[in-house]
């Protein structure tokens, strides 16, 4: 095929769906992947007829081993190859680390670390020896402050992301691919749907601190095309992001403390 594919993961809703339209309107195929079929399915017919590019879909869960593979052996079986890559698939998980279940935990470092840094690595040498790519860790403004009482990884495993994208980010200069990763802070998302935040973030959150997924994946694809290593959107969300780099860990550790009953379930 001509036209360059992009892939992205988590694509059924919110940030990925946004990033799929933007992709499509600078020319990309599509390569769709999550866990909900019928979603799938009714983004991509949208996107066929209202961009005109080919749009290629795979129900796949990343939080089992098996799924980069399964995503990938798609796209070969349909001779295509990853020009592209929005690692954007992910939840969080309420509640406190001791009082959960080690089988849930395993399956969200897998769908949140091993996921994103396996399908870079299935894609990356192609990327480099045609001597284009962009990927984009779809990380967050919590992984780059410091980490609060409940949800317990999840600010882990952003920050892992943060530091993995700059890593590649620096491997790959001059090589034509281009590494970022998004940090957006609240999102009008099905996240806060899905870990069951909902009420509490309308509660206790001024709309000033919220982003549309649109304007987030508008962000994170001018980060990627310019080749910056973070992008973090949003002007609030940049001034919490530098004010953490300067103030004294005990205190942004007691400011943590002091907020974060307001947006986390312990």
């Known amino acids: 095929m001509d036209r360059r594919l992009a892939l992205v993961t988590g694509a059924s809703a919110g940030i990925g769906a946004a990033f799929a339209r933007i992709l499509a309107s600078h020319g990309y195929d599509l390569a769709l992947t999550a866990r909900r079929t019928d979603r799938l399915e009714a983004l991509a017919e949208e996107i066929r007829l209202r961009f005109g590019v080919e749009t290629l879909t795979v129900t796949a869960d990343l939080a089992e081993v098996e799924g980069p593979a399964k995503v990938l052996d798609h796209l070969t079986d349909h001779g295509r190859h990853v020009d592209a890559l929005i690692n954007n698939a992910g939840y969080g998980m309420p509640g406190g680390y001791v009082t959960s279940r080690w089988e849930d935990q ?61 890593s590649l980010h620096l491997e790959t200069q001059g090589s034509g691919v281009h590494v970022s990763a998004l940090c957006p802070g609240f999102t009008y998302s099905e996240f806060h749907d899905v870990n069951g935040t909902r009420e509490m973030m309308n509660a206790s959150l001024p709309s000033w601190m919220w982003l549309g997924a649109d304007e987030v994946a508008a962000a994170g694809y001018e980060a990627a095309e310019a080749n910056r290593a973070i992008c973090v959107p949003g002007a609030p969300n940049k001034a919490i992001a530098a004010l953490s780099k300067i103030i004294p860990d005990d205190w942004a550790l007691a400011l943590m403390v002091s907020q974060s009953a307001r947006f986390r379930k312990v």
Not at 124 to 139: H, Q, T
Not at 141 to 166: C, D, E, M, N, W
């Open 106 to 166: 395993r399956a969200f470092i897998q769908l949140m670390t091993t996921s994103p840094c396996e399908l870079a690595h299935r894609v990356l040498p192609g990327m480099v020896e045609r001597r284009f790519g962009r990927v984009v860790n779809v990380a967050s403004l919590a992984g780059l402050i410091p980490g609060s009482a409940g949800h317990t990884l999840y600010a882990a495993s952003k920050a892992f992301l943060v530091r993995f994208s700059q």
